[in-house]
């Protein structure tokens, strides 16, 4: 027991310094990583009004009838939809003013062929499946969500499901036939 006391030494001024030393070379260490990090943390948030700015450019030219492809844009996927005849006509076949979120689909599309909308479901935020024709559509045609079951139709309004609104068409302008700038 008392060996014990005995083996502990109190620090000689030379050893107390070095720790001193140790311990604050650690903490310049900490510093400087805090510090170099903060530009590459900073350029990975861009401003608010940069993100409100940003833009996509795409083109449609790749899509043949029938086929979807997805882009990413301000973090969230856009769904291109180069509709038939037939879904096109299905579409504004419906009396849209007894939908849920009345729209037509006329206002939702700049040109009749491409559906252009954000895919993010109104509910709570799932991705909608659709995209690809092995994936269901639900019982509208259009997407599905399988998170709570919300069911879309070609135009992308909300059919039945808990879902409140349509998805989002986002702004985009036409700058050829088939190059569209989203954003
Ligand atoms: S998040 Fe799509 S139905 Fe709930």
């Known amino acids: 027991m008392g060996d ?35 530009p590459l943390i900073n350029s990975l948030n861009p401003a608010a009004d940069t993100l409100a700015l940003s833009s996509v450019e795409v083109s ?29 006509e299905e579409a504004r076949s419906e009396r849209w003013q007894d939908l849920p979120d009345p729209q037509p689909d006329e206002e939702r599309v700049q040109d009749d062929r491409y559906l252009i909308v954000v895919g993010v479901c109104t509910h ?31 135009s992308a309004r909300i059919r039945r ?3 409140p609104s349509n998805l989002e068409v986002p702004e985009y302008t036409y700058l050829s036939e088939t190059n569209v700038r989203i954003g």
């Open 124 to 154: 709570l935020g799932c991705i909608p499946l659709g995209q690809k024709t092995t994936e269901t559509r639900g019982d509208f045609g259009g997407y599905f969500c399988p998170c709570h079951g919300s069911h879309y139709d070609v």
């Open 4 to 38: 014990l006391a005995e083996t502990q030494s109190v620090p000689t001024e030379d050893e107390s310094r070095r720790d001193f030393l140790l311990h604050a070379t650690v903490a310049t260490g900490v510093v400087g990583a805090a510090v170099s990090l903060w």
């Open 161 to 163: 499901g808990p879902a």
């Open 60 to 88: 449609l030219a790749g899509l043949e009838e029938g086929q979807a492809a997805t882009i990413s844009w301000r973090g969230k996927p856009v769904f291109l939809r180069y509709r038939t005849p037939a879904e096109i």
